[in-house]
């Protein structure tokens, strides 16, 4: 069973080919992406509508480029997996049409996916691939969620945001800081250099009871100590010259200590997680899971546990077309796909924003 994958639902495209044949984990056979940071970059954030566009320019040339790393013509492929939502409208609209009317052309089903199944089930792609069940720590640039996974579409959530998802605590604070887009992997380069308890920021909802979190406040306090680091008025606008009054020392400390604030709340709350179900098995998902501190903080204390942590290989972390395919590639071996013989429906349909807990 030759799955090839789509993923679009915001900028980066992301194209790859699974092999989903017999009961063995899925093996990816090709893989390309390309990245739209540099194009968006002069905005300072993700522009939809040229998003859009530019997945139309890639999808098809980084499709060649998949099946030509397998050595395998389109006609080999047994169906097409392509990411239904959460995400961009615009930018869904163009994975799920390019799938559905190659799937279409090709005679073959076409599979829509849940992004954040796809990054959660991307450890199975890794050398030391996880087993059910596990917690799962979901940190993205739209998403910071708790789930207990019993199984592929066995998904309860055990808590999330309440408001600013982890990867926005990161992105927000890097841009406060002058550090321009995507923020995370430049603040956390910033951190490296700086102190880590230079500056106590708040760690939100940290002795809550229940598995929320909260980074929306974040943002406030490191606005309110870059002006003041400024000298800025405590009143006024937050600019992009405010960071420019700061020198690379206070930088890096400032980064280093809302690092270690976003950081210790997603481990502490991680441990919660694990505590409450009584399982021994941790996967941590998403964009912020290439957080170097939170992967040695986070293998730190589930060493001290007994607990197992599983994450996707680096280059899987962030958005891509292989994590799309797995899942499509895991659902088809759970039996959670049509039957062999089903009419294919070609919906060409996008759940901009679809919960994770409303998959079956
Ligand atoms: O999963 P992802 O690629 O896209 C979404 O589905 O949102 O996650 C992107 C997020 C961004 O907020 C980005 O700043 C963050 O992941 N990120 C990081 C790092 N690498 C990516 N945050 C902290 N440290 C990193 N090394
Ligand atoms: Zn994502």
Redesign the pocket.
Known sequence: MLILGFES??D?TGVALVDASGSAVPRLLGHALHSQIEMHQAYGGVVPELASRDHIRRALPLTDAVLAQAGLPLSAVDAIAYTRGPGLAGALLVGSGVACAMAMALGKPVVPVH?LEG?LLSPFLSADPPEFPFVALLV????TQLMRVDGVGRYELLGETIDD?A??A??KSAKLLGLGY????A??KRAEQGSATAYKFPRPLLHSGDLDFSFAGLKTAVLTQVKRLAHARPEGPATPQLAEALDAAQIADVAASVQAAIVEVLVKKSLAAIETTGLKRLVVA???G???L?REQLNAACARKGVRVHYPELHL???NGAMIALAAGLRFQAGLLPAAGTAPVYHFDVRPRWPLSELG
């Open positions: 639902s915001c980066e992004h990054h993205s640039g739209g998403h998802a990867g926005e990161f992105d995507p923020g995370g992997p603040l956390a998403g964009g912020v290439a957080n170097a939170l972390c962030t958005d």
